[in-house]
């Protein structure tokens, strides 16, 4: 999983230079955090309701990721296998997108993408 993890962050900032993608990323990814959360506190309570909601407020969240992906000029790398589209898509939610965020990457990314907009 480290490796999956390693990888995943190395080229990270080439696959999240637009600006749009970048305005889509901030807002729907802590959706997808909290709706994620949910989903298990509301499977453990049994109230399937709003676990069926969170989990399509997760798709919501990763549809839109998905969209803002192909306004990059640099094309996301295809997923190898569902177990590998599962490992990237929760690194990515959990790990490395808040990475990018606190380590101050992604406002540099953005200050990028004001020079050059896309």
């Known amino acids: 999983m480290f490796t999956l993890l390693q990888w995943q962050w190395n080229d990270y900032g080439d ?7 970048l305005l889509i990323h901030i807002i729907v990814v802590p959706l997808f ?9 509301q499977l453990i309570h049994h109230n399937y309701v709003l676990a069926v909601l969170s989990a399509l407020a997760m ?22 296998s ?8 929760l ?8 990475r990018f965020v606190l380590t101050g ?5 953005w200050k990028s993408a004001e020079a050059n907009p896309s």
């Open 91 to 98: 690194l990515e939610q959990w790990i490395n997108f808040p």
């Open 15 to 21: 696959f999240h230079r637009s600006r749009r993608n």
């Open 59 to 80: 798709i919501f969240s990763l549809a839109m990721q998905g969209r803002g992906h192909k306004l990059e000029s640099t094309p996301s790398i295809p997923f190898s």
């Open 33 to 41: 955090l909290a709706a994620n959360a949910t989903l298990i506190i």
């Open 82 to 89: 569902p177990l590998n589209a599962i490992a990237r898509l």
């Open 105 to 109: 990457a992604w406002w540099r990314a």
